[in-house]
């Protein structure tokens, strides 16, 4: 055998490139490299910069910066496996970034992204393509785009998938997308509440934490709350809660459980398998009070349903809420407390807490956290609307003094709150004393100057509900309540203006408050109210109605006409009729202005002051004339003289003190004078009219006095002879003031006797009208009965009017549409 011979190798064919090794320590000649066409150079340069990327937010800048975003997407599409894995690694990596997430979008890669979901790609490949969608997912265009690209039909689908990492990536962007409410919809059609409720089994923590969380979102909706309760969700729910365990969890999962809640079916069926009495025993004995928090702020979502409430009553959540006030967390509290306020709309829980709970709430308002005031005084607003047991329940726990302190605070919602309990109090005499009694009216006015319309419609209600007595009333007025209160009726709020019209209505009872309205402009503003058929309201009407009922004066001025339950008292003067836009002047302004030739202000008056205005025309022969009653004769002197002397010497000094007449009026007090001879005119229609037993009669009877006090009959052919102008002149002169008491006229045309006559009625019970006519006239309308007209039933006809003849034929009486008494008032 000869000897072997070495074969010698081939040597490479020429138009092969030698194999070259390259070490590069830059990422830029890398990013180069995601150029090339060699599977394996490219495979390499991606697994380099996946681990470049890796170390940290700058290095992924870096690959930004030096273009490495737009081969990279190009790879997503590569024929070769490895390479489109090592790409989609990268993206996963790099997606966290928010600058890169921008770039991404430009170059609209999220279909390639999710085209590597499908079942045959490799489970890394599912694993970073989900992790990028994730990322991407947190921002809307993304949302929006993953859902137009069909992505969350492949990322339910691998919610089933073996890799914990895939699991996790895939909820995580579900729940991103589940903010949108076309994905919550689409969630529905892809059947992904029980894979979702699944990963509750998982053993990784994140991945149930993600699970809830979606859980929480999707049950928003009632569809998906009813496919949550058919696949036993609830029951899911509230074994992690009985598992300590999982108490991390136990915070979304009772999330999830509120959404459930406040479906009345679900309630239902959550109540007849045990779940809502655990619920209950678990928040009453929750360990944590952030997890106790958030369990009776789940009971709070069932209780804003009527049959919810019904639930938890039967339930006894009373019991539990009552426990869960003293709870030492702030959070608890203020959550009870809105179950509370939530619960008191069922009558039977309201009845509940009247003997206890109410006075735990009290106490709440003194705690010095702002929250747990505002939900303890919601709480007891809603407790005693339309429950007198319930107000008296705490006031006896001592509420009122907290609340009138709540009307100052820096809260809207608080001062409203206590506004209202204190409203609700105020419907029982007893504890609307008490709460006068606490300063209450001081307290108001800072409420009703507040600029939200809220708490000044509650405000003024309050003012409405308390101010039911004179003293009462009094107190509002000398705490300048009234002009804020008038103020608050120009308010474009329909709820301000209604409620500060009742108050105005309120007010208005006492007559010396209605003529400080009055001056005040309400009037005015009701009136311009009324007009509006958008702004008027039946308190605006009332407010009208009351102000001038309690300002007599006024209405007629205004009027013309005071009808049978028009009382005239006292200081009633009539002006005359009131010109459109001007305002009508106090009796007092009336007296101090200088004599003149205008019309005579007319007086009735039966208050005894000094000094006594007697009649001008009485005074006996031998005396040179009546003394000079001016006005300053309806001065009081406010001390007395001390010392006598000759009338000579009194006379002297009187006329040395008597300095300018503004310094006399600054000196004195005005009062109104007394009219003796009305007085007398009282006496004796009292003695004379009222004794009277039929109506007729009495008001002939009546008739007759008048006429004979206001000079006697007058025919109509002698009416131009009776000089009543040139009398009432005289008296006027006399008297130095416009104003002129009734029992001072002794020659009156038709508007003096009319007047009387409905004085001296009011006083003797005799029903009587008071109309003002045109040219100086004016009559009084009574109504009668004719029992000559009784029907075959022997029931009596309905009443007549008849107007009462006081100057042509004193005491007889015309028809409302005779010819006589159309002659009467108008010619």
Not at 739 to 749: H, S
Request: glycine share 4%; net charge negative.
């Amino acid at each position: 055998m000869g000897k072997k011979i070495k074969k010698e190798a081939e040597p490479p064919p020429k138009d092969v490139f030698d194999p070259l090794t390259i070490e590069s320590k830059k990422a830029q000649t890398v990013v180069l490299m995601l150029n090339s066409t060699e599977e394996e150079i490219l495979a390499k340069a991606c697994e380099a910069i996946y681990k470049f990327a890796l170390k940290g937010e700058e290095n992924k800048a870096t690959l930004l910066e030096l273009g490495a975003m737009e081969p990279l997407t190009k790879l997503l599409k590569h024929e070769d496996k490895i390479v489109r894995r090592n790409a989609t690694m990268i993206f996963g990596i790099l997606a966290s970034n928010n600058d890169v997430k921008k770039v991404l979008r430009e170059l609209d890669i999220l279909s390639s992204i999710i085209a590597q979901l499908a079942p045959e790609e490799e489970v890394v490949i599912h694993e970073f393509a989900s992790l990028c969608l994730a990322n991407m997912s947190v921002e809307y265009t993304s949302k929006v785009q993953i859902f137009e690209y069909g992505g969350m039909e492949p990322l339910v689908r691998l919610l089933g998938s073996p890799d914990p990492d895939v699991k996790k990536n895939s909820i995580e962007c579900l729940y991103n997308l589940v903010q949108d409410y076309h994905c919550r919809l689409a969630i529905q059609d892809l059947s992904a509440i029980p894979p979702i409720m699944e990963l509750l089994k998982s053993e990784f923590p994140i991945i149930q934490l993600l699970a809830l969380k979606t859980l929480e979102v999707v049950t928003n909706d009632r569809e998906s709350r009813l496919i949550f309760r058919d696949s036993q969700g609830p029951e899911q729910i509230l074994k992690i809660l009985e598992t300590k365990e999982f108490t991390d969890l136990h915070a979304e999962a009772l999330n999830v459980i509120a959404n459930c809640l406040e479906d009345v079916d679900t309630t239902v069926h959550i109540q007849q398998g045990g779940g809502l009495k655990k619920l209950l025993t678990f928040t009453e004995n929750a360990v944590f009070p952030e997890i106790q928090k958030s369990a009776t702020k789940a009971i709070s979502r069932a209780a804003y349903d009527p049959e919810n409430r019904k639930v938890l009553h039967d339930q006894e959540v009373e019991k539990c809420l009552i426990t869960l006030l003293g709870a030492e967390n702030d959070g608890t509290k203020v959550a009870a407390a809105k179950v509370i306020s939530a619960m008191s709309e069922n009558m039977q829980s309201k009845e509940y807490f009247n003997t206890e709970g109410i006075p735990q709430i009290v106490q709440l308002l003194k705690n010095e956290n702002d929250d747990v005031k505002e939900a303890a005084s919601e709480a007891l607003a809603n407790l005693t609307t339309a429950n007198s047991i319930n107000a008296n329940a705490a006031a006896e726990a001592e509420a009122i003094e907290p609340l009138i302190n709540m009307l100052g605070s820096s809260r809207d919602n608080n001062i409203a709150n206590a506004a209202t309990v204190l409203t609700n109090m105020a419907t029982q005499e007893s504890l609307r004393l008490m709460i006068q009694n606490h300063d209450f009216m001081r307290a108001i006015i800072q409420p009703l100057n507040n600029s939200n319309h809220m708490v000044q419609s509650k405000a003024a209600l309050t003012v409405a509900a308390i101010a039911c007595d004179t003293d009462a009333r009094t107190e509002f007025k000398n705490a300048n309540g009234l002009i804020r209160l008038v103020e608050l009726l120009h308010s474009n709020n329909e709820e301000v203006r209604r409620n500060a019209s009742w108050a105005v209505m309120v007010c208005a009872s006492d007559e010396p408050i209605a003529v400080e309205l009055c001056k005040l402009g309400a009037l005015d503003i009701l009136q311009e109210i009324n007009t509006s058929l958008k702004r008027k309201n039946n308190f605006s009407e009332a407010a009208y109605n009351r102000l001038l009922h309690n300002n007599l004066s006024l209405k007629y001025c205004m009027n013309g006409y005071l009808s049978s339950i028009d009382i005239i008292s006292d200081i009633f003067y009539d002006a005359g009729r009131l010109s459109p836009g001007t305002k009508l002047l106090s009796l007092k302004e009336f007296a101090l202005q200088e004599p003149s030739d205008r019309r005579a202000i007319i007086l009735i008056n039966s208050k005894i002051s000094t000094p006594l205005v007697t009649s001008p025309t009485e005074e006996k022969p031998e005396s040179t004339g009546p003394p000079s009653i001016s006005s300053k004769s309806f001065i009081k002197e406010k001390g007395s003289r001390k010392g006598k002397g000759k009338k000579e010497e009194e006379k002297k000094e009187e006329e040395e003190i008597q300095p300018t007449k503004v310094e006399l009026v600054a000196e004195k007090e005005w009062c109104p004078p007394t009219d003796q001879e009305f007085l007398n005119y009282i006496s004796e229609v009292s003695k004379t009219v009222l004794p009277i037993t039929d109506l007729m009669e009495q008001i002939e009877a009546l008739a007759k006095f008048v006429s004979g006090k206001m000079g006697g009959p007058v025919s109509q052919e002698l009416m131009h002879e009776f000089k009543w102008e040139h009398h009432l002149s005289e008296v006027q002169y006399k008297l130095k003031s416009n104003v002129v008491p009734i029992g001072c006229i002794k020659k009156g045309t038709f508007y003096h006797r009319a007047l009387l006559f409905k004085a001296l009625a009011d006083k003797v019970g005799i029903g009587a009208t008071l109309i003002r006519g045109e040219y100086n006239r004016a009559w009084n309308e009574v109504k009668l009965i004719n029992e000559r007209n009784r029907g075959i039933t022997g029931l009596l006809p309905p009443p007549e009017k008849f107007i009462v003849d006081l100057m042509y034929e004193p005491g007889s009486l015309m028809k409302i549409k005779s010819r006589e008494a159309e002659h009467y008032r108008f010619l």
